[in-house]
């Protein structure tokens, strides 16, 4: 089978790293057009890369919870099977690839990278980043930021992502409020390919009536049971 995940931060929350529009989540205490914003960057980039550093540093301390290791497994096992997971996250984490997915596609960036806004380079970065560091490559100062992908920026791989979801048998949705654009109209896609479709959060999305199965509690719980049960036969493609 082919299998076709998008994750949100939620399958992050139990490793300790906040999520956006819960309760305590970061937009409840920060402004998302201020740090979140090519035009947030442009007017105030020390206060988006203090957040950004705070995000970074807290990334490095994490460890992969049991829902990043059970999409590990599963990657291996429907490989052995003749199948394959296309692990989609929204999340700038690595803690798919630190729980063991081979092949994570990271549609908003990756937080262990910086950009250059000068000449374009993409580099790992595991350093806090300041405005007048200067890019190791073309040595211009005031260029560097997070290599993520803000509000009104295009998300990346957006071609392979569309190949990869029409070409599935499976869309599941893991960790993800379904708030935001494109990734949110993934399960509509899906629908209209005529693709199973299953969402597990802790609570329903907001496009939770598409889903033709949703299972609601933490992802710890959940997605290593969910694995399980694909793993065994018993979770087929279509309803
Ligand atoms: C648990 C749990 C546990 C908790 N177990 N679950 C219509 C169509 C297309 C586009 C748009 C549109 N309308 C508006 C737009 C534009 C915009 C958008 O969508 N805005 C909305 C707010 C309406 N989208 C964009 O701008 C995107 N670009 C784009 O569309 O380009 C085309 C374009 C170009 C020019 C002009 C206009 C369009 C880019 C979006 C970039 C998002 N960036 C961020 C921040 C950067 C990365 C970072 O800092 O990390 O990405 S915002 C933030 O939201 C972050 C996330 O990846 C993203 C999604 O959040 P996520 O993961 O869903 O987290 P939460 O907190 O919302 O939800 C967590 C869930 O977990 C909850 O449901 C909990 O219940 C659950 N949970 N604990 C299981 N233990």
Redesign the pocket.
């Known amino acids: 089978m082919n299998i076709f995940i998008l ?5 992050s ?2 490793s300790g790293l906040g ?4 309760k305590d ?3 409840s205490k920060f402004d ?1 057009m201020k740090l ?1 914003t090519p035009q947030g960057f442009r007017r105030a980039p020390d206060d988006v890369h203090h957040f ?1 550093n705070m ?1 970074r540093r807290d990334l490095l301390t994490a460890e992969p919870n049991a ?1 990043h290791q059970a999409l590990g497994r599963l990657e291996a096992g429907l490989a052995e099977r003749g199948g394959e997971l296309f692990l989609c996250t ?3 984490d690595n803690l798919h690839e630190r729980g063991g997915v081979r092949r994570v596609v990271h549609m ?2 990756e ?1 262990l990278k910086a950009r250059c806004t000068h000449c374009g380079l993409v580099a790992e970065w595991h350093e806090d980043l300041a405005v007048e560091l200067p890019c190791p490559d073309c040595k211009r100062t005031g260029g560097m930021r ?1 290599h ?8 990346l791989h957006m071609d392979e992502i569309f190949d990869a979801l029409v070409g599935a048998e499976l869309f599941v949705s ?12 993934f399960v509509q896609s899906a629908k209209h390919a005529g693709i199973r479709t299953c969402e ?4 329903p ?1 907001e496009n939770a009536f598409v889903f033709d199965e949703r299972r609601y ?4 719980e ?1 997605v290593p049971l969910w694995v399980d049960e694909v793993l065994a036969g018993g979770f087929p493609a279509r309803a």
Do not use: C, K
């Open positions: 994750t949100g931060a939620g399958i929350a139990e999520t956006f529009r819960d989540g970061a937009w998302p979140a950004y995000r829902a929204q999340n700038i908003h960036g937080l997070p993520v992908v803000w509000f009104e920026e295009m998300p893991i960790g993800t409020s379904g708030a935001v654009y494109p990734a949110a109209g597990i959060n802790l609570d999305s509690g933490p992802a710890t959940l």
